[in-house]
C-alpha cells in the first residue's frame, strides 16, 4: 500500500505543477481591449483637431412597438483636421482626451 499511495502523491504533484506553469503564462500574456466601434455623421467641424459626430440609431417602443429614430452627438478627436461637415466619420473609444472627449477617429 505505501508504494500505490506515493506514486499517487507524486502523480498529483506533478499535476499542481503543471498548473502552477499554466497560470503564469497566462499573467504574461497582454489583456485583449474591446473598445466601442459608432458610424456617424459630421455635425461640426469648428473646434481645432475636435469634430462633433451625431450617432442615429432606431429604437422601438416596448408598448407600441413603433419605431422611432434616436441621435446623440459625440466629441470626437481629429487629430489631422480631415473630415468636414457632413462626412460620414467611423470612431472608437479611447482613453479620457478631455472633459467631453473620450473618441478618436479611425483614418
Known sequence: MSTKDSTKKSSVAKKTSVKKAVVKNVKEAKPVVIRKRFEGVVVSDAMDKTIIARVDRVKVHSKYLK????????????????????????????????KGKRWRVIY
Not at 67 to 88: A, C, I, M
Open 67 to 98: 419605431r422611432f429614430s434616436v441621435s446623440k452627438k459625440y466629441k470626437v478627436h481629429d487629430e489631422k483636421n480631415k473630415f468636414k461637415t457632413d462626412d460620414k466619420v467611423i470612431f472608437v473609444e479611447c482613453r479620457p482626451l478631455s
